[in-house]
């Protein structure tokens, strides 16, 4: 994925402003920033939930909404869900095949297959009869997940996914990406949580509606606009924008373009 001064406005307003980064292959990125940062923006403009104002934005060669069915996997934040939808958890995770389907394809022993394996992946097998909004927030995130892995993306976008989950669950998730990313699976991730980015992230990227910074974890703990971005986590302040995007990334021949 490479977005080169990617705009994105609601009416008059610029919730992300000449953003450029890429993605590549095997790696997990995680997007840290205040509320408000653009984060969701981000993630929702690659998924092609929304559309670019001004700036180019490719994932494989191609913009967003010009991707077969199935390549990109969106999971949004826990509380975005309409709980009201009766489904099971294996329901849930089965929605993950169908854009895979073709309009006349059956879903089928191969498709129960993959699901299955999905809900081994996040450790959900044994609920996979139980109704979706019974879960924890926390198991309920990780059936969000696996209906991802059904899917089978090439890319898969995961929004705030450790909000409101306990310990354990949340390292469960982490393993879950780490695994994904060792298979080859490029994770963006938007998070709050700004402990332990360097077992989560290959890079981060500090986002504050401008890209502030880019580079490994490491990289952008040292500089002051990571410094800046934990006070404001902490004292649900303002930040400002009078920080240099970090120069720690470069070209690099695995990037999804």
Do not use: C
Request: charged share 20%; proline share 5%; net charge neutral.
């Amino acid at each position: 994925m490479v977005a080169r001064d990617l705009t994105v406005r609601y009416e008059d307003f610029a919730a992300l402003v000449d953003a450029t980064l890429t993605v590549r292959y095997g790696e997990a990125l995680g997007v840290v920033g205040p509320n408000g940062s653009g984060k969701s923006t981000l993630l929702k403009t690659i998924a092609g939930l929304l559309q670019p104002s001004s700036g180019s934005l490719s994932v494989l060669g191609s913009p967003p909404l010009k991707l077969p069915p199935g390549v990109t996997a969106y999971v949004p934040q826990v509380e975005a869900v309409d709980w009201s939808f009766p489904a099971t958890v294996w329901d849930v995770v089965a929605m993950g095949r169908f854009a895979r389907l073709h309009f006349w394809q059956r879903f089928g022993a191969q498709d129960r297959e993959v699901v299955r394996r999905a809900l081994e992946v996040v450790k959900m097998s044994a609920l996979a009869g139980r109704h979706i909004a019974s879960l924890s927030g926390g198991q309920q995130q990780r059936a969000f997940v696996a209906r991802a892995i059904a899917q089978e993306p090439r890319l898969l976008l995961l929004d705030e996914p450790t909000t409101g989950v306990d310990a354990a669950t949340e390292e469960a998730l982490r393993r879950i990406v780490r695994e994904l990313v060792a298979g080859g699976l490029p994770v963006v991730m938007a998070t709050h949580d700004l402990d332990r980015v360097n077992e989560w992230f290959d890079r981060l990227l500090v986002l504050d509606r401008r890209v502030l910074a880019l580079g490994t974890p490491d990289e952008v703990v040292a500089s002051g606009t990571y410094a800046a971005i934990r006070e404001h986590t902490h004292t649900h302040g303002h930040l400002r924008h009078d920080h240099e995007p970090h120069a720690a990334h470069a070209a690099h021949p695995e990037i999804l373009r």
